[in-house]
């Protein structure tokens, strides 16, 4: 572990005072991390800032701030974010706003705020939390945990894995000799999905013969990838979390093609309870 790690503590939209003492209580002589204060202020890191004609109307906080400063946020090894119900609407909008852009590794300092608002966060890209008050020694080996690759860069693709489906109705039956035969861990493709795919290419009707290989290939992924996800939510009745567990497929990655090709999972919920009533 690094002797001294960089912090940006950001000022987030009601905690500017609170955060400067409490940077001030946690000098680098004891807690070996260098503070910063981060304003999330456009206009502190605005390149030029011009004359004001007349009287500027307040505006509310900027939900758009931890985005315009992904770039900037990557001189630290972690971010410290203060959270507390005042500001809790503004932080969900402004991870959510972020997304991917913001690469710098993201602990919420948590006050009085709720068990699910938490984990909402969690899931919106805040890689950890704390509570408040903390403890420097526990805040000292969390950002340094944080500030690895391995446990950052390197999350998304070792934690995305789920383990494979296990569905009794997919259970092959007991052998001759009464061994249980074992279960492939990805399921099949059903055929019809992939003769409705294949289709395309057997009947070229209205296409072009200058089409290159590569966008025929796209086009023909596209089509199994939207007749795949379709199949799935039917046979699971518009249940996301069900479906992508029997592709074996993370939630995220299936709630992404969902959004690639504008589907909905709500139509295969109605259709499956109207069969059920």
């Known amino acids: ?63 758009r701030a931890l985005g315009r400063l992904a770039v900037a946020l990557k001189r630290y090894d972690a971010c410290i974010l203060p959270v507390a119900p005042a500001s809790l609407a503004w932080t969900r909008m402004a991870l959510q706003q972020a997304g991917d852009a913001l690469s710098t590794p993201v602990l ?21 939390f704390m509570m408040q008050p903390v403890c420097q020694e526990t805040m000292r080996v969390r950002l340094g945990r944080l500030a ?72 023909v992924v596209d089509g199994f990838e939207r007749d795949y996800i379709r199949l799935a939510l039917s046979r699971h009745g518009g249940n996301v979390a069900q479906a992508a567990r029997a592709c074996s497929k993370h939630r995220r990655a299936f709630w992404a093609l969902m959004r690639k090709h504008g589907i909905e999972a709500a139509p295969y919920r109605q259709a499956a309870q109207e069969r059920e009533d």
């Open 108 to 128: 919420l300092l948590v006050h009085d705020v709720k068990a699910p608002a938490i984990e909402d966060l969690l899931s919106l890209g805040a890689r950890d």
């Open 1 to 63: 572990m690094r002797d001294v790690l960089d912090c940006g503590v950001l000022l987030a939209p009601g905690q500017e005072g609170a955060m400067r003492d409490w940077v001030g209580r946690h000098p680098v002589g004891k807690t070996r991390l260098r503070l910063h204060l981060v304003s999330l202020n456009p206009q502190r890191h605005a390149l030029a800032a011009p004359a004001p004609q007349e009287p500027a109307t307040p505006e509310g906080p900027d939900v």
């Open 148 to 219: 690895k690759p391995a446990s950052w860069r390197d999350a998304r693709q070792a934690s995305l894995r789920e383990p494979p489906a296990s569905y009794p109705a997919t259970a092959r039956p007991a052998a001759a000799d009464g061994l249980w035969q074992p279960v492939p861990s990805r399921p099949r493709v059903a055929a019809d999905v992939v003769e409705q795919a294949l289709s395309h290419l057997r009947n070229p009707h209205h296409r072009s013969m200058q089409e290159s290989f590569r966008t025929a290939k796209a086009r």
